[in-house]
Structures are given as C-alpha cells and as structure tokens.
C-alpha cells in the first residue's frame, strides 16, 4: 500500500533498537482519513476468505480493527491485563513484547471466541511475531480457525513474518520494511 510507505516516510521516525515510531498517526493520534483507507485495504484483501471475525491485541492493534468495519464482522481484542471485565473461562497465551522487553500474558473470553470462527488476525505491527503467536494460540486453543493476519507495518529484517509465513500461515502487511539503519527506512521490493 503506498499510501502507507509514504505515511512512514514522512512521519515516521526510527527509535534505537529498532523501533519506529508512528505516534502522529498510528499509535498515539490517529489519522482517521488514512484509517479508513487501512480498513478498506485490509477488508479487499481478505474479502473472499469467509472471515467471520477480526481479533487483535490491546491497545494499538485496536484501531487496526478498524478493518471489522468494512468487513462488517466484530472485532474482538484480547486483553493484556484479567480485569473483572474478563470472568468466567478464559483462554490465554503468553506473549514476549518486543517494545517493552517483558513478558505478558493475553487473554479472551471464551464466550466470545470458538469453534465456527473464522478468524482474521490485525496488528499494528509484525516484528519478531510474538503478538501473532500468542493471538493464534488463542484462536487454537478456542478451536477457531484462522483466515490469515494482516499488519499494517511488518519489519521484514526481524524474523516474525518469515517464521509465521513458513508455518503456512497467509501473513497480509500493507508495507514492508526492509531495513531502518542509521535512520534511513527501505521497504522490501
Ligand atoms: P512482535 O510480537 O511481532 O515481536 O511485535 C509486534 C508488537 O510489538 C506489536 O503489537 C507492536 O505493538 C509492537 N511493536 C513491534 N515493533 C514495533 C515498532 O517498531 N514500533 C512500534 N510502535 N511498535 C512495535
């Protein structure tokens, strides 16, 4: 999606140890315009995959879903922290955050995910795909299947992608970068 590369390149900034930063559209403020445009382009990649529901991971795979929108399916986003929100059963995964060096765990009710799911997969990003990981071992662990994932920015020189592509799964990212050294972002060609 080149509305994305060019997003990145004029907004973006690139964090020691590989982070990129897209606070001013993304992560923090959200551009909305460019949301949408997020959401339609996931939506017409996945429009003949029979996806039934779209699941993510608090907080900032949240606006990603946005994509539910246009599917018009619901969105579901697995909670970090068991609040009283999340009773009864739960199904849960652990996950290693790659921004923050710490380990959580993730969780969904079981009320809301299981078997005759077909689940599409969002994040905001796909670095070393630990965040998929852990979405997909919910989704096995609910008996749901999975249509695929879609990232709206997957850092295609750490290893998620490949790992996830390789285990046969259909990995969808709207821009793919190749490499951010000294703060110079080339995307995969
Ligand atoms: P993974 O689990 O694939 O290693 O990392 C993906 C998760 O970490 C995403 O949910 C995202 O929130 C966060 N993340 C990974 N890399 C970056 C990055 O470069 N910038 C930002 N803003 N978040 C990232």
Redesign the pocket.
């Known amino acids: 999606m080149l509305l994305m590369e060019e997003k990145i390149l004029s907004e973006g900034a690139v ?1 020691p140890g ?6 001013s559209f ?2 923090q403020r959200i551009d909305t315009g460019f949301l949408r445009e997020i959401g339609r382009e996931i939506a017409r990649l996945f429009a003949e995959d029979g996806v039934n529901k779209i699941l993510t ?1 608090e907080a ?2 949240i606006a990603i879903a946005a994509a539910a929108l246009e599917m018009q399916v619901p969105m579901l986003f697995a909670k970090k922290h068991k609040t009283s929100n999340v009773d009864g059963s739960v199904l849960s995964a652990p ?5 923050h060096n710490t380990d959580y765990n993730i969780m969904v009710s079981r009320d809301y995910l299981g078997k005759g799911d077909r689940v599409l997969l969002v ?12 979405l997909l071992e919910l989704c096995r662990g609910a008996g749901a299947e999975v249509a695929g994932a879609a990232v709206a ?1 997957e ?1 295609a020189f ?1 290893g ?1 992608g490949a790992l996830l592509r390789g285990e046969g799964l259909r990995v969808e990212a709207l821009a793919r970068i190749a490499s951010m050294e000294d703060g110079n972002i080339r995307f995969v060609r």
């Not at 590989?18 to 606070?23: E, F, I, S």
Request: aromatic content about 6%; some cysteine.
């Open positions: 964090l590989g982070v990129l930063k897209v606070g993304l992560n991971v900032s795979g996950v290693h955050s790659f921004t994040d905001d990003f796909l670095a070393n795909g630990a965040a998929l990981c852990g920015i850092k750490q998620g």
